[in-house]
């Protein structure tokens, strides 16, 4: 069983930057690989972006490419969201998930098997 917690959410005006982590209680981070998941109001929850338990570089939506980073730290079992250029449209609900190095290496949303409880994101004009 995995606990996720987010933190870092808030609201802030367009253009600017926003950091959200997410704590995993787990004693083999590494072997999850773990995604930020966004779900706007009205709207079906939608990938952001991800790292594999294997490692390697995290992929992206379109929709925030270049503008988002995530990154992972295994020694604190954290994963991090560093959101740049906010736009308005990323107002959302943001998650943090993970699913085990049993899955395919990109694994769709539906086959992550762990959620936090989610973070408001609110960006203002």
């Known amino acids: 069983q995995v606990h996720l917690v987010e933190s870092g959410g808030g609201l802030v005006q367009a253009g600017d930057s926003l950091r959200l982590s997410c704590v995993a209680s787990v004693r083999t981070f590494s072997h999850y690989t773990v995604g930020w998941f966004r779900q706007a109001p009205g709207k079906e929850r939608e990938f952001v972006s991800a790292?594999?338990?294997?490692?390697?570089?995290?992929y992206y939506a379109d929709s925030v490419k270049g503008r988002f980073t995530m990154s992972r730290d295994n020694a604190k079992n954290t994963l991090y969201l560093q959101m740049n250029s906010l736009k308005l449209e990323d107002t959302a609900v943001y998650y943090c998930?993970?699913?085990?190095?049993?899955?395919?290496?990109?694994?769709?949303?539906?086959?992550?098997?762990?959620w936090g409880q989610g973070t408001q994101v609110s960006v203002s004009s």
């Open positions: 998930a993970a699913t085990d190095y049993t899955k395919r290496l990109r694994p769709s949303m539906e086959e992550y098997d762990y």
């Open positions: 790292i594999s338990w294997i490692g390697g570089s995290p």
